[in-house]
DNA sequence: GTCTATCATAAGTACACCTTATGCATGTTC
DNA sequence: GAACATGCATAAGGTGTACTTATGATAGAC
């Protein structure tokens, strides 16, 4: 006998199967995380190597042919066997998902993000370890890790997520006592954190740091301190504009400048190159991605809707 | 339950299903029409995707892990179900193939080869049926036809096989008597075809036709026919060199000069095109357009290995 | 009549998958 | 113990399939 199914695609089965058990093309779609366009080309091509019709084709409904009915509950069963067969054989603890990151990331981008991906994948416990060293991979349960630096980690694959971004942030009613409108106006404002990043960003914004830049009044051992302080009324602090867009959307903080200052290097997600199709670990690094680039546009947004007060450059 | 079925491409299982079942990374390559490469590329991703090993690379052999044995007999019964599930849908007689071809193709050409598909394919039932019309493909039993024309006809996919070529042939007696060597010792010569075809030929090679070109002395009703009469000594006959492509090698034809002067158009394979994908079609095709592919090959090689006896251009 | 939900289709695009080419290890032959 | 043969691994590169985006078409709901 001819095997025909040699010339049949096995993954245009899977996108059947959806289809016939959820009886639209536009649902199944959004089960499988495509769009209804992709499955009906794809129902469409199968019918065609097949030679028989699966579906007749309704306005706003389809039904099964007969056919399609026979291929339907084959499939299925297949199916269904072939997903047992794979989670049998499936490396343990593909239930568990472990996270190293760094304590920036956790509480200011991470802690109020993983609970979305929490509820969109029910099935997968996240266990998040914050770890500032460079923890690494072998064993220990460690899936993924969130690190700064500049992405170049041998033997792992990195997805770039965060700039390192600084930009001067304060609280609404200091902005307001205080009336800062251009980067000089800093000078005579009370500063927080490291003279340094002060030093830097003046030099960034074109203002030569000769001046008497008035040493800051604070400095914290991390940035969350810093910017807390000057949510608090403290004074104005250097932080990135990403982790704290809550705060700058609903008025808690106010962003003085709309330039964003680069550092070199920014915030990653890596894994061991290897691993980078195990589902667990796919899964995540494609919604952390979703989450980053929305994050991007968000800020590009930010800037240009003229939520900020002053402009530079 | 976690559906990490979604993850794996379906594709992957069959290419592990048939490297399991032969052992070997090659082997499977070759059922699967593939190179061992791809195997071993295929097998490698399916195994980082699981996260575990299938197979056990020993040198010069391979060896199946206990995952491996496991995902192996669940694919092969997953795949057997949707076999038999695919051929119990598919179209009513996959088994026969139905071909409509031009008579010269079919002698010509067609006749020699078609053994080699149906060995290499002793499921499939081939019909050849010889008609110089245009038959149409709906119902009928016809699956694939082979034209003559430009490769345009509405609702058919066209791929081409054979360009229209022609080139003086004649005994290897005759020219050994006659002894051409120049398109010009042709015009003491007898020969064999239409006029307007020769009037065609010397005017391609550069010879205007207001010279006494003697009347061919032999007309037939078909090129089989002439080139026969040629073969035979009778003199010098215009044909495709690639329909006597073996003639010419083991020496029953002499191919005069190397130049090949084409007409439009050519020959033509052609099928509806949204039955493209059907298997009988898309097997058919394929060896098809490999040996016309073969043949093109052989011309330019017989060209350029000098086994023609003067050179035009 | 307008609106909306669904599937169809066209055009453009990307990346998965394959090939080609080569390397490497080991077993085999003389 | 060379020289060769065989089978798998790996890198680099090309290509076509299978997507997306954008738009159209149809008919049922209101």
Redesign the pocket.
């Given at each position: 006998m001819i095997d025909n199914l040699a010339r049949i695609?096995l993954?245009?089965i899977r996108?059947f199967e959806a289809?016939a058990r959820l009886?639209?093309?536009?649902?199944?779609?959004e089960a499988?995380?495509?769009?209804?366009?992709?499955?009906?080309?794809?129902?469409?091509?199968l019918e065609q190597r097949l030679g028989v019709a699966l579906?007749v084709?309704?306005?706003?409904?389809?039904a099964l042919t007969l056919e399609g009915q026979r291929l339907a509950s084959a499939s299925s069963e297949a199916l269904n066997l072939m997903r047992r067969a794979i989670n049998d054989v499936m490396e343990q603890d593909q239930s568990v998902l472990g996270i190293t990151t760094l304590q920036t990331l956790a509480t200011q981008w991470l802690a109020t993000r993983i609970g979305m991906f929490q509820l969109a994948n029910p099935d997968l416990a996240v266990k998040i370890d914050v770890d500032n060293g460079l923890s690494d991979f072998s064993g220990h349960g460690t899936d993924i890790g969130l690190r700064f630096g500049s992405g170049q980690w041998p033997g792992l694959e990195s997805r770039f997520l965060i700039p390192a971004l600084f930009t001067p942030l304060c609280s609404p009613e200091l902005q307001a006592s205080l009336d800062i409108r251009t980067p000089a106006d800093l000078k005579s404002a009370p500063l927080v954190g490291l003279p340094q990043e002060w030093a830097e960003w003046f030099a960034r914004v074109g203002m030569a740091d000769d001046s008497e830049t008035p040493p800051p009044r604070v400095i914290s051992e991390n940035q969350a301190m810093e910017v807390a302080t000057a949510m608090a009324g403290q004074g104005v602090a250097l932080g990135n504009p990403v982790f704290y867009d809550r705060e700058i959307r609903n008025g808690h903080l106010v962003r003085l400048f709309d330039a964003n200052i680069a550092l070199g290097g920014g915030y990653w997600l890596c894994y061991p190159k290897e691993r980078r199709n195990l589902p667990k670990i796919a899964r995540f690094r494609d919604w952390m991605l979703d989450m980053a680039r929305s994050d991007a546009s968000n800020i590009e947004a930010c800037r240009l809707s003229g939520q900020t007060v002053g402009t530079i450059g």
């Open positions: 695609p993954d245009a996108v289809t009886n639209s093309f536009t649902r199944a779609a499988l995380g495509m769009t209804q366009a992709a499955v009906s080309w794809r129902i469409r091509d579906f084709r309704e306005t706003r409904r389809i």
